[in-house]
C-alpha cells in the first residue's frame, strides 16, 4: 500500500514540476466569461485561474475598455487576441509574463477647406468623416480642417447639409495632405437619406447652441416685405422678444443687454431698426447663424446671457451674380463676385426705406405740422467684405457696415389764438459702424490661427428744442436738450485651433478691448445760459481696457464619453478701479441606449459693461455705461441638463434642456430716478441686484424634405430682487413670459411655389398699475400765471404683480419663383403679418373717458394685420 502511495506521488510530482517549469503556453486551453466587464478584470481571472501574470501601465494602456466575452475550452492565443488585439492592444510574452503595450501606429494627417463648388464660399460646420476608424471632425468657423488617421485609412466622407456628400480616396502611400473640398448643392426636392451626413445632435459635446439655417429665415413669413434673421432665432426655445413685434433678444431670463451679438468677430451694441422691427443683418449676405443660449465655449466671453455669431459671407470667387427686391417698405440690393478669379472675390450690400419719400405728405397732413412743419423717418444699412488669398496657407478679410436710423418732427403753429407762437422739433437717430481685418494662417497641418483687428461704434441721439414768442417778442423763452450717448470699442485678437489627433481639438487665445464710453449727456438751456448740464459724468468721456485669455479643449474621453473643458480669465480697467474674474466652463457628452445623448455644462460668464433704460420709456435709449466702484461688474452661472438625439436618416432632431440661472450685479433705476435728473450720476441712481431663472426647452426639427420646420415650446421663470425696489421684495422680471410655443413650417411644393407659416402664442408681459390716486400740487406756468389744475399723484403698487393679456400671432407666407432663358430669376412673395388680426398689447395706459368721467385702463397695440408684396430678381 505504501509503495502505490509513493508511485502516485511520484506520478504527480512528476505532473507539476514541468508545469512548474514550462507554465501555461499558448495552447493552453482556458475558458473564461465577461459581460460588460474591464479588461482588468479579465486579467485578473486569467492570473488567478492559470498562473498568467500581466505587466502594463495604467497611463498608456486603456484597461478601463469594457467588453463582453464568454469563451469556454479555447487556446490562450485565440482569447488573447480576442481580448487585446481586437481592442489595439499589443501584447506579448516575456518570460513568465505578458506584456501590454499599445501599438505603434503610423499617422497622417489632411487638412484643408470645405467649400462651396459653385461660389468657393467656405462652409462651415462641414463634416470629414473616416468610417474605417470612426474618426471624424468638423470645419471651423472659416472652413478650415484638420484629421489625423492612421496611415490605411484612405476612405473618407465629406458631407454638409444641404449638399451632396462627397467621396474622397486618397492612396496609402501619401503623407500628410493640405486637400481643398468642392460641395455640389443639392436642390432636389426629395428626401435625401445618406449615412455621415452631417454631425448628428448627440455625437455633439456642445449644448444649449442652435444652428439657424439662412434657407429657412428666407422662407419664414415676411414682416412689411422683409425677412429678418434675429425674428427667425426669437421662434427658437428659450428666446422671446421684448414686445409683440419687438425685434429685441431675451435669452434665458436675460435682458438685451446680455447678449453678445457678433457680425464677422465683431459686436454690433444697437442690432435694431425701426425701433426694434427690424435688425440690421440683411439676410441676403448672411452665410451662417450660430445661437449659443448657454454652455459657452471659453472663447466667448463678455455677456451673461447668450452668443449670436453671424458670420457673413465671403463673395462668390468664380463669377459675377447678385439679386435686388423692393417691397413696401425698403428696397435692397446685393452684388458678388471675382477681382481676381479663384484669388480675390467681394460682396456688397444696401438696403434702404423709402418711407420718408412716400409716406411724408401723409404724416404731415395727419399730424398738423403747420405750413413750415415737416416729417421723416428712414433707416439705410450697407455692408462691404473683400477676401484675398495670397498663398494655400494665408487669407485675408476686410470688412465694413454702416447703418442708420433718423426720425425727424418739426411742429410750427404760428397762430395759437393766444397772441404767441411756438415751434417745436424733435429729432432721433442712432447707429452702427463695424469695421473689421481678418488674417488666417495655416502654420502646419495640425495648427490654424486667426488675427482680427476691429472697430465698433454704435451712438443714439435725441435732440429736441422748444421755442415760445410773443406777438410783440417781448417774451420769448428758448428751451433746448440734447440726450446723447456712444460706444466706441478698438479691439485686437488672436486665436489659435489646433488638431493634435482626432481625440483632442483645442482653441486658445487672446483678445484685447479698449473701451470709450460717452454715456448720455443731457444739457438743457435758456437762451442766455451758456452752461449745459451734464446729468451722467462730469466729464463726458471715460476709456477702459478689457483683456482676455482662454483655452478650452473637446477630449473623446471614450467613444461614448466626451467632455468639453475651458477657462476664460478676464480683467476690467477703469483708473483706478480695477475688476478681474477666472470663469470656468465645463460640458460632459454621454451616449445612452438607443443612442441617446446625455449632456451637462456649467458656465460661468462676467459683463463689465451696463445698459442703462428708462423704464418707462418705449424708444431705444441705450446709454452704454463701464462698471465702477459703486455697481461692480455683472456675473452668471448656469447649469444645465439635456438629451438629445438625431435620427439615423438626419432628417429630424429632437432635444429637451432644463436649465438653472444666477445672476448678481444687476442693475435698475432705484424708485423714480431716471436718466434726466441731474441730481446724481449715474451709478447713484440705479439699485444693484440679483437675479435668477429657470425653466424647460423641448424643440422638435424636420431638417430636410419638402416639408421642414420645428415646434419649439419653453416653461421658464425669470425673477429680479433690489435693495431699494419693492421693499426688497423679490419681483418677476419685465420680460418674464411662463410659457412661450412657437411652430414653424415650410412646404415647397415644386420649383415654383412654395408656402410658409409661423403661429406663436406666449404669456402675457407683467405689469405694474398702480392701486390708488391722490390730488397733487402744480407749480404755475410761466405762460398761464393764473396756473393749471393740481396733478394727480398715482400710488403703484407691487412691482410686476399683474399681467398684460397673452400674446398670439398667425403668419402666413407665399412665394412663387419663376426664370427665364436669360438666367434671371425672379419671386413674388405676399405675406401676412397677424393673419387674423389679433390686437396683442403693446403697453397699457389709463385713459379718462369722457362720457363717466373715469379713468379706464386702456390698451395700446402696434402691429395690426399688415400685408405686404415683395418682388425679387436674382441674376
Not at 447639409?161 to 460641395?183: D, F, M, W
Request: net charge positive; proline share 5%.
Amino acid at each position: 500500500m505504501r509503495s502505490l502511495a509513493r508511485k502516485a506521488l511520484l506520478v504527480t510530482i512528476f505532473i507539476w514540476l514541468p508545469m512548474q517549469v514550462l507554465g501555461w503556453n499558448w495552447h493552453t486551453r482556458v475558458s473564461l466569461t465577461l459581460r460588460n466587464q474591464p479588461l482588468s478584470d479579465a486579467c485578473e481571472q486569467l492570473e488567478k485561474a492559470y498562473g498568467i501574470h500581466f505587466s502594463f501601465s495604467r497611463d498608456v494602456v486603456k484597461m478601463n475598455q469594457r467588453v463582453t466575452l464568454e469563451v469556454k475550452n479555447e487556446p490562450l492565443r485565440k482569447v488573447m487576441d480576442m481580448l487585446f488585439t481586437q481592442n489595439g492592444i499589443l501584447y506579448k510574452r516575456i518570460g513568465e509574463q505578458v506584456v501590454l503595450t499599445v501599438y505603434v501606429v503610423n499617422t497622417r494627417t489632411i487638412n484643408g477647406y470645405v467649400e462651396d463648388a459653385r461660389t468657393g464660399e467656405k462652409l462651415i460646420g462641414a463634416t470629414i468623416y473616416a468610417a474605417h476608424n470612426n474618426t471624424g471632425t468638423l470645419t471651423n468657423q472659416y472652413g478650415f480642417y484638420s484629421l489625423t488617421v492612421p496611415k490605411d485609412t484612405v476612405n473618407f466622407v465629406v458631407s454638409y447639409i444641404g449638399y451632396i456628400p462627397k467621396k474622397i480616396h486618397l492612396s496609402e502611400k501619401e503623407k500628410n495632405k493640405q486637400l481643398t473640398v468642392s460641395l455640389v448643392p443639392n436642390n432636389t426636392l426629395q428626401e435625401v437619406s445618406v449615412k455621415d451626413d452631417g454631425p448628428r445632435l448627440q455625437e455633439q459635446t456642445q449644448m444649449s447652441k442652435v444652428e439657424v439655417a439662412v434657407s429657412e429665415v428666407k422662407s419664414m413669413p415676411r414682416l412689411l416685405g422683409e425677412n429678418d434673421v434675429l425674428r427667425a432665432i426669437q421662434a427658437m426655445p428659450g428666446v422671446t422678444a421684448g414686445g409683440d413685434g419687438a425685434s429685441s433678444l431675451h435669452v434665458r431670463g436675460g435682458s438685451p443687454d446680455q447678449n453678445l451679438i457678433l457680425m464677422d468677430g465683431t459686436p454690433v451694441y444697437n442690432s435694431s431698426h425701426l425701433f426694434g422691427v427690424f435688425s440690421v443683418f440683411n439676410p441676403d449676405i448672411i452665410k451662417h447663424v450660430d445661437l449659443y443660449k448657454g454652455a459657452f465655449p471659453a472663447r466667448y466671453g463678455g455677456r451673461l446671457s447668450s452668443v449670436v455669431d453671424i458670420a457673413m459671407k465671403d463673395g462668390d470667387m468664380k463669377n459675377y451674380h447678385g439679386e435686388a427686391s423692393i417691397g413696401l417698405l425698403a428696397a435692397k440690393f446685393m452684388v458678388e463676385g471675382p477681382i481676381i478669379k479663384d484669388k480675390t472675390s467681394f460682396v456688397v450690400t444696401g438696403r434702404r426705406t423709402y418711407t420718408d419719400l412716400v409716406a411724408r405728405p401723409f404724416f404731415e397732413e395727419t399730424l398738423d405740422l403747420g405750413e413750415d412743419g415737416e416729417f421723416y423717418a428712414y433707416f439705410y444699412d450697407f455692408n462691404a467684405k473683400v477676401n484675398h488669398i495670397f498663398s494655400p496657407k494665408d487669407r485675408l478679410f476686410l470688412s465694413a457696415y454702416a447703418g442708420q436710423d433718423n426720425f425727424s418732427l418739426k411742429r410750427v403753429n404760428p397762430n395759437t389764438g393766444v397772441d404767441y407762437k411756438e415751434r417745436i422739433s424733435f429729432r432721433l437717430g442712432w447707429g452702427n459702424q463695424v469695421y473689421s481685418a481678418r488674417w488666417n494662417h495655416i502654420f502646419n497641418p495640425k495648427l490654424f490661427s486667426n488675427l482680427t483687428l476691429n472697430y465698433s461704434q454704435y451712438y443714439f441721439l435725441t435732440d429736441y428744442s422748444y421755442l415760445y414768442q410773443s406777438d410783440d417778442k417781448e417774451e420769448q423763452d428758448d428751451l433746448f436738450g440734447k440726450y446723447y450717448s456712444k460706444i466706441h470699442d478698438a479691439a485686437a485678437r488672436m486665436d489659435f485651433d489646433f488638431r493634435p489627433n482626432p481625440k483632442h481639438t483645442a482653441k486658445f487665445g487672446m483678445h484685447a478691448i479698449y473701451h470709450q464710453f460717452e454715456p448720455g449727456i443731457t444739457r438743457f438751456r435758456n437762451k442766455d445760459d451758456a452752461n449745459p448740464v451734464d446729468t451722467v459724468f462730469n466729464k463726458q468721456r471715460k476709456g477702459s481696457v478689457e483683456l482676455n485669455l482662454y483655452g478650452e479643449d473637446d477630449w473623446k474621453l471614450s467613444d461614448s464619453l466626451y467632455a468639453n473643458i475651458g477657462v476664460h480669465i478676464s480683467g476690467f480697467m477703469l483708473f483706478p478701479q480695477f475688476y478681474w474674474s477666472v470663469q470656468p466652463r465645463l460640458g460632459i457628452r454621454y451616449i445612452l441606449p438607443k443612442n441617446w445623448a446625455l449632456k451637462m455644462s456649467y458656465t460661468h460668464m462676467t459683463q463689465y459693461i451696463h445698459l442703462l433704460a428708462n423704464s418707462t420709456s418705449y424708444l431705444p435709449n441705450d446709454i452704454w455705461v463701464p462698471s465702477t466702484n459703486r455697481v461692480k461688474p455683472m456675473n452668471s452661472r448656469q447649469i444645465a441638463v439635456g438629451i438629445g438625439k438625431t435620427s439615423n436618416s438626419q432628417v429630424y432632431e429632437a432635444s429637451a434642456e432644463v436649465y438653472y440661472k444666477t445672476m448678481s450685479n444687476v442693475i435698475e433705476f432705484s424708485g423714480t430716478e431716471t436718466l434726466e435728473s441731474a441730481t446724481k450720476q449715474w451709478d447713484e441712481k440705479v439699485s444693484v441686484g440679483r437675479g435668477w431663472s429657470y425653466g424647460l426647452e423641448v424643440l422638435f426639427q424636420k431638417k430636410k424634405g419638402k416639408t421642414r420646420g420645428w415646434v419649439a415650446y419653453t416653461l421658464s421663470r425669470s425673477d429680479r430682487k433690489f435693495p431699494n425696489i419693492n421693499n426688497g421684495h423679490a419681483f418677476p422680471y419685465k420680460y418674464d413670459r411662463t410659457h412661450d410655443l412657437e411652430l414653424v413650417f415650410m412646404h415647397r411644393f415644386n420649383k415654383h411655389w412654395e408656402i410658409s407659416g409661423g403661429w406663436e402664442y406666449s404669456t402675457g408681459l407683467p405689469l405694474t398699475l398702480p392701486i390708488a390716486r391722490y390730488e397733487g400740487i402744480s407749480d404755475p406756468s410761466p405762460h398761464d400765471p393764473v396756473g393749471l389744475p393740481s396733478t394727480p399723484v398715482d400710488q403703484i403698487g407691487d412691482r410686476n404683480s399683474l399681467r398684460m393679456k397673452d400674446i398670439h400671432r398667425l403668419d402666413a407666407s407665399v412665394t412663387y419663383s419663376w426664370s427665364r432663358k436669360n438666367k434671371f430669376t425672379h419671386s413674388l412673395n405676399f405675406s401676412l403679418y397677424n393673419a387674423y388680426n389679433r390686437k396683442n398689447p403693446f403697453f397699457y395706459y389709463y385713459k379718462t373717458n369722457p362720457q363717466t368721467n373715469q379713468r379706464e385702463l386702456t390698451q395700446f397695440s402696434i402691429l395690426p394685420l399688415l400685408p405686404s408684396v415683395t418682388y425679387a430678381l436674382k441674376f
